[in-house]
Each structure stands twice: as structure tokens, then as C-alpha cells.
């Protein structure tokens, strides 16, 4: 197992929870279609790849990015370009024949009229032309589609192209998803690493999401995490004592395995020099780790999305907390006077923080503290001074 802080990962590499994958199997087979819900960082894409590499023969499963697509078109566009791809047409072949032959007799239409062609068929728009490739997926088989980021994709075209677009391919997504021939062989699993909850909430298009099934990609518990941690420091050729794996979870709390694999991975830096971990070696790789600003500036990049004055009440609900350590809510309604922000708009802010990771109000619901020490300094060493 690679010490791997940053991109997804995949293989030996991926610390396997079979309860989540069993959670994920039996909406599967129930034919329910599933929205991964996890904060940034928390290990959604490894999950999917998880779900590509291992789900058996009777299913065909296919991963699409989209976080790059700005418009309605450009999905669509990169969506058939992903299904046309020859690596996965390839795994069809002998497994799913009949959506083989359907893939292959697609011709993407000319510039001008824009669409799908099967064949010599008159072009067809993508959305129809979508829903006429899931009927013919084969009887036997069950097609999972992955669309990671999507959340990002309907974003984008809120920012870029309107609402009222953002709105109609959510909508044709449902659509397509309760198309009863299409839901008994076709499963669609999302996930973006910002929530599609708030995002259609924003623009008030719960109600095209509302048939999916939630799964929490939750932290690992604390004998996960420190079975993961020692595995991790093991096949590094890291000898660290137990005590020494309990101390380093303590500067985490929050158990999410990129933390884990953070530290680890400062750990292994230092270990190289000199191959010794105590509590003072830990405390070195916590400073390091906190130096890396690309592994923590998205958390102060994503409060672009709320409102400028949503943004700096947000700003300064953090530095509270992180100076304080913890903070009773009366003192953040005192905030929503200051910042002279509404009621609502301030409620909807802090519920967005705890659902995205920064801060809980989990033991007391009066009291407010960041998830992990880590976010919390590294806040109040960035950003609130
Ligand atoms: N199952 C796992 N086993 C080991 N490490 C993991 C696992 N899941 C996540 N990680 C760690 O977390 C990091 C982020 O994982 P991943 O990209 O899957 O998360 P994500 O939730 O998709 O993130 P984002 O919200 O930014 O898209 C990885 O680089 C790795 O360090
Ligand atoms: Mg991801």
C-alpha cells in the first residue's frame, strides 16, 4: 500500500470498508440509483473506483468525470465521447453484445445539427438519444454509470449558461432514471466533490434529485483509522509504535483517510532522514503538512460560492472557532447582527459548513468546533491571521 495524499486511489491501495460496498450493493440490486454524499477529500472517486474494479460480470460499469464541462452540450458531448471510448467498448465485447453493436453504429452528427446518429438514422438530440442506448442494454447484464462531479457540471452551467439550463438537465436526468425500462438494467451513481444537495437547493430544483438514495461516505471509525494508519506506516517500512499511531490520530480527530495519508506521508519524509517517530517527530509532520497550502486552500476557495456577504460572515464564523477552539451559537448569532446578514441566509451558511466538513456541532448542538485540529490551525495560522 502506497502513501498516496492527493489523487484517488485505486487497487492494493485503497483502504476497503466492505460495509460501504455492501451499502452501495444492495440499493444497486434493489435498483435504486445512489447520490455519494461525503465532504471534499473524503474519498468519493476512490470509492467509484472501487464500484469499477470490482462489481462482477452480470454488470457493465463505466466512470465519467464532467468537472471540466461547462454547458449542457459539452456533457453531453463528453458523456457519448466516454461511452465511444474503445477502452470501453472494448470490455462489451463478448459480455454485452447488443450494447456493443448499438455503441458502435453511433455517429456523432455534424457541426451545426448537433446530436446522435445510430447508424444512418436522422441525427437525434443527445437526451433522446441517451435513453434510446440504456433500452438496449442487454437483458442479462446491468449498466452502472458513474457521473463523478456532476454537482460541478450543473454549477457551471448555472454560472455560465442559465438556471433554466442547469434545471432541464436535471430534470431529463430524472426523467431518464424513472423511464421504467431503462431503471430495471441502468444504475446511475453520483457524486461531486460539492454537494448536489445545495446546488439544486440553490436553484430550487430538489425535487429532480429527491428519488436518489443518499450514502454518507462517512470518516473512518477509530479502530479503522488506526488499523489503516499502522497498515499504512508497515508497508512504508515505517516502525511506529502504538501509543505513537494514537498520538498522530489525535492531531486528526476527524478521521478522513487523506489525513491520515497526509501525515503519513510527512512521517515517511522525516523517517528517511532519520528513522525514529516520537511524539516531537509527529508534531514536525503536523507543521509540514499545514505548510502544504495546496492541500487545504479549497476550504477557503469554496466560500466563493456564497453570497459576498454570506462569504465573509462564513469567513468570520471560522476565525472564531479557530481562535476559540469552541464557540456557542448565541455568539454567531451576535455575527448575524454585526454582518447585518438574514436569519436564513446565516442558518443556511452554517448548515453548509457542517455538511461539508469544516465544523460540528455533534456533542453539544449549542457548541461549535472545527472537525479536525488540523482545518482549525491551519485556519487560524492562514486565514484568520
Ligand atoms: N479508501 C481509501 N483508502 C486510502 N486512502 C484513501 C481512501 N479514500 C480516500 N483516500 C485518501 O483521500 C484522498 C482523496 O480521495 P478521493 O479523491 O477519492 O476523495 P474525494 O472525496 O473524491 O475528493 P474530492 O471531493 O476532492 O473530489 C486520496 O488521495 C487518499 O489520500
Ligand atoms: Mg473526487
Not at 430538489?206 to 450514502?215: E, V
Not at 499504512?232 to 494514537?246: F, M, R
Request: charged share 30%.
Amino acid at each position: 500500500m502506497a502513501i498516496i495524499a492527493g489523487q484517488a486511489v485505486r487497487g492494493e491501495n485503497f483502504w476497503d470498508r466492505p460495509y460501504l460496498m455492501e451499502d452501495i450493493t444492495d440499493i444497486i440490486e434493489s435498483g435504486g440509483h445512489i447520490l455519494l454524499v461525503a465532504p471534499r477529500r473524503v474519498g468519493k472517486t476512490s470509492l467509484m473506483y472501487k464500484i469499477l474494479d470490482t462489481m462482477g460480470e452480470e454488470y457493465v460499469v463505466i466512470y465519467i468525470n464532467t468537472e471540466a464541462e461547462h454547458s449542457v452540450e459539452a456533457f453531453w458531448e463528453k458523456l457519448f465521447h466516454e461511452l465511444m471510448d474503445d477502452e470501453f467498448i472494448g470490455t462489451l465485447s463478448n459480455k454485452a453484445n447488443n450494447l456493443w453493436t448499438k455503441l458502435k453504429s453511433i455517429r456523432l452528427s455534424e457541426a451545426g445539427t448537433k446530436g446522435i446518429k445510430f447508424g444512418d438514422s436522422e441525427p437525434i438530440d443527445y437526451a433522446k438519444a441517451f435513453l434510446d442506448l440504456l433500452k438496449s442494454v442487454d437483458t442479462d447484464k446491468k449498466l452502472i454509470i458513474m457521473l463523478d462531479e456532476f454537482s460541478q457540471t450543473i454549477e457551471n452551467i448555472i454560472q455560465r449558461e442559465s438556471i433554466e439550463k442547469a434545471e432541464q438537465l436535471l430534470k431529463v436526468h430524472r426523467e431518464i432514471r424513472q423511464n421504467h425500462k431503462v431503471s430495471e438494467k441502468t444504475v446511475f451513481i453520483y457524486a461531486g466533490s460539492i454537494g448536489l444537495e445545495s446546488v439544486v437547493a440553490n436553484i430550487n430544483s430538489s425535487k429532480h434529485i429527491n428519488d436518489l438514495a443518499s450514502i454518507a461516505v462517512p470518516p473512518f471509525e477509530a479502530e479503522d483509522a488506526k488499523a489503516f494508519a499502522k497498515d499504512l506506516c508497515d508497508k512504508n517500512g515505517i516502525a511506529i509504535e502504538e501509543s505513537d499511531i494514537v498520538y498522530m490520530l489525535g492531531k486528526i480527530e476527524w478521521y478522513i483517510p487523506f489525513y491520515i495519508q497526509l501525515l503519513a506521508q510527512e512521517v515517511k519524509r522525516l523517517y528517511r532522514r532519520n528513522p525514529e517517530v516520537n511524539e516531537s517527530v509527529i508534531d514536525r509532520a503536523v507543521e509540514n503538512a499545514l505548510s502544504n497550502r495546496k492541500d487545504f486552500i479549497h476550504w477557503e476557495e469554496r466560500l466563493n460560492t456564497f453570497s459576498k456577504k454570506g462569504r465573509v460572515y462564513a469567513k468570520e464564523v471560522l476565525s472564531l472557532i479557530s481562535t476559540k477552539k469552541s464557540v456557542e451559537s448565541k455568539e454567531l448569532s451576535n455575527l448575524v447582527v454585526k454582518h447585518k446578514i438574514k436569519e436564513a441566509e446565516a442558518k443556511e451558511i452554517i448548515h453548509a459548513l457542517k455538511y461539508d466538513g469544516y465544523i460540528n456541532n455533534s456533542g453539544d448542538a449549542r457548541i461549535y468546533r472545527f472537525n479536525s485540529p488540523l482545518l482549525r490551525i491551519w485556519w487560524y495560522n492562514n486565514v484568520a491571521n
